[in-house]
């Protein structure tokens, strides 16, 4: 059965902290992904991975950065939280493209942020 | 930005009813796919269409993506109390980067 675990279901830090957020995949996946889920905003893409140490912006990229030093590791580093930063967080993998395929997402259960 | 729009935001039907829910998007396509999301968890694909395709079944499930319209609709027949759940749709486009863009989702609850 295909996974994707983030080490944290709820999280709370402080204003200033530096937060890292941990997603593995067992799926020997080329491709991770950091989403943030708000209500009313749906999912916005933060930052993803197409392979190890290859990174790039999403949508969203300001105030976070993110590490790949292993193919089934995606690491969301906060460098200093703050309150604005509150949300659920979604890691997700998937396999690339090849003629034919298409690019479904395996997703983790989320961790939930709290900044103080 | 969002791509993707979904209508209703929220929507509320007798267990046993069919449950309808829309979206449209902005930019072309290579396909368009649906993920339901438990509360307080992970999203799960459900269905893809892909962009030459009209109509695609699954189950209970039925979608339909019109392209000249850029839209799609997502129909849940028969529906349990189990399919409360929130729905989204995404997108992949047609410039092969491998990203989906997600839309903003409808919550469905079924009422018993």
């Known amino acids: 059965d295909v996974k994707v675990t983030q080490s944290s279901r709820y999280l709370v830090k402080r204003t200033g902290e530096k937060v890292f957020l941990e997603c593995v995949q067992d799926m020997d996946h080329e491709n991770m992904f950091w989403y943030r889920q708000d209500p009313g905003l749906g999912l916005r893409l933060i930052y993803f991975?197409?392979?190890?140490?290859?990174?790039e912006k999403g949508d969203i990229p300001e105030g976070y950065s993110v590490s790949r030093e292993k193919k089934e590791r995606f690491s969301l580093i906060l460098e200093s939280a703050s309150t604005n930063q509150t949300s659920m967080y979604l890691c997700?993998?998937?396999?690339?493209?090849?003629?034919?395929?298409?690019?479904?997402?395996?997703f983790g259960p989320g961790t939930r942020l709290t900044v103080l | 930005s969002q791509q993707g729009e979904e209508d209703p935001q929220a929507l509320s039907i007798q267990e046993g009813e069919n449950a309808t829910m829309n979206c449209s998007y902005k930019?072309?396509?290579?396909?368009l796919q649906w993920y339901r999301q438990n509360s307080g968890r992970g999203l799960v694909h459900l269905i893809l269409i892909r962009s030459n395709e009209r109509e695609k079944h699954s189950g209970r499930l039925r979608v339909t993506l019109d392209t000249s319209k850029k839209s799609s609709s997502l129909l849940i027949t028969a529906s349990r109390a189990a399919d409360t759940a929130s729905y989204f749709c995404?997108?992949?486009?047609?410039?092969?980067?491998?990203?989906?863009?997600f839309g903003t989702g409808t919550r469905l609850t079924i009422i018993p």
């Open positions: 930019t072309s396509i290579n396909n």
């Open positions: 991975s197409y392979d190890v140490k290859m990174k």
């Open positions: 997700a993998s998937s396999s690339p493209l090849v003629a034919g395929s298409y690019n479904e997402q395996f």
């Open positions: 995404a997108t992949e486009s047609n410039f092969g980067n491998e990203k989906l863009t």
